[in-house]
């Protein structure tokens, strides 16, 4: 996938940043969490940033979004 890399600020403020390399695999991990609500919303978001970020406007998740996402980078760390 190209693009670059995604950073985006989970509920707690800290920033997440997701590194070229992974954006694939954090993706591939939302899908498999389709049925936790906005998964696939996520990983929609994680594309799109890592095509275009948004430098102008922060993009700030939700406690549940932050915890969704959290999960499908920790799986993909750990790949």
């Known amino acids: 996938m190209p693009g670059g890399e995604v950073r ?3 509920h707690d403020g800290e920033i997440l940043v ?8 954090v993706c591939e991990n939302l899908w498999r969490l ?4 906005d998964a696939v ?3 929609a978001l994680v594309i799109a940033e890592s095509l ?3 430098v102008q406007i922060p ?7 932050s915890a969704t996402l959290r999960k499908a980078v ?6």
């Open 8 to 10: 985006l600020t989970p």
């Open 18 to 25: 997701i590194a070229e390399e992974d954006v694939s695999r």
């Open 34 to 37: 389709a049925s936790v609500p």
């Open 41 to 43: 919303a996520l990983g």
């Open 52 to 54: 275009h970020p948004s």
């Open 59 to 65: 993009l700030t998740l939700t406690a549940p979004q």
């Open 74 to 79: 920790a799986t993909a760390e750990a790949a």
